[in-house]
């Protein structure tokens, strides 16, 4: 609605709640050879996800490939949980920059400032983006830990390379 074309495509992530067990993860566990995660909630159902769908999408469900793979993820992580009972599944919209890292930046627009392309990460990193985001909101100039973080940093071909991964799917 403002006239920008953002280096960010939407990706459908999808989460899963299993139905309670008695505590069995103390944690968060990840599975980086499958790209799995899981943790068990306060009223002891099993929440995990893996990759993003291989395709771009606003919907809010996801496709049964992906469910599949996850659930091989938890499997090949903890066989035991192959008998525990799935009782719901979502997908959310993630907004994932081209390099895989966020833009935090003032825009063209007058007034506009942007906090997106997050990936996977931003629940993780959201008190020192909010930290950085409000420097940049009160001052109107980037944050030091931020300015690698710039909006222009695709037309400089300055991409940050942490992992050399973004939106392109075959890349996680």
């Given at each position: 609605?403002?006239?920008?074309?953002?280096?960010?495509?939407?990706?459908?992530?999808?989460?899963?709640?299993?139905?309670?067990?008695?505590?069995?993860?103390?944690?968060?566990?990840?599975?980086?050879?499958?790209?799995?995660?899981?943790?068990?909630?306060?009223?002891?159902?099993?929440?995990?996800?893996?990759?993003?769908?291989?395709?771009?999408?606003?919907?809010?469900?996801?496709?049964?490939?992906?469910?599949?793979?996850?659930?091989?993820?938890?499997?090949?992580?903890?066989?035991?949980?192959?008998?525990?009972?799935?009782?719901?599944?979502?997908?959310?919209?993630?907004?994932?920059?081209m390099d895989g890292t966020p833009i935090i930046d003032k825009s063209p627009v007058d007034g506009l400032y942007i906090n997106a392309g997050w990936c996977y990460?931003?629940?993780?990193?959201?008190?020192?983006?909010?930290?950085?985001?409000?420097?940049?909101?009160?001052?109107?100039?980037?944050?030091?830990e931020a300015a690698l973080f710039r909006l222009d940093r695709f037309q400089r071909g300055a991409m940050i390379d942490e992992k050399g991964q973004g939106a392109?799917?075959?890349?996680?």
């Open positions: 609605m403002a006239g920008l074309r953002l280096p960010i495509e939407s990706h459908v992530l999808q989460a899963f709640v299993s139905e309670a067990i008695k505590p069995l993860i103390p944690g968060v566990m990840t599975f980086g050879a499958g790209h799995f995660y899981v943790s068990q909630s306060d009223k002891g159902g099993l929440v995990f996800g893996g990759d993003i769908d291989g395709y771009n999408s606003y919907a809010q469900r996801g496709n049964l490939p992906v469910v599949e793979d996850v659930c091989e993820g938890g499997m090949a992580l903890i066989p035991m949980i192959g008998r525990v009972r799935l009782l719901r599944q979502w997908g959310g919209i993630m907004d994932m920059s990460g931003g629940f993780k990193a959201t008190p020192g983006s909010g930290f950085v985001f409000a420097h940049l909101l009160a001052r109107d100039q980037s944050h030091k392109q799917p075959n890349l996680h």
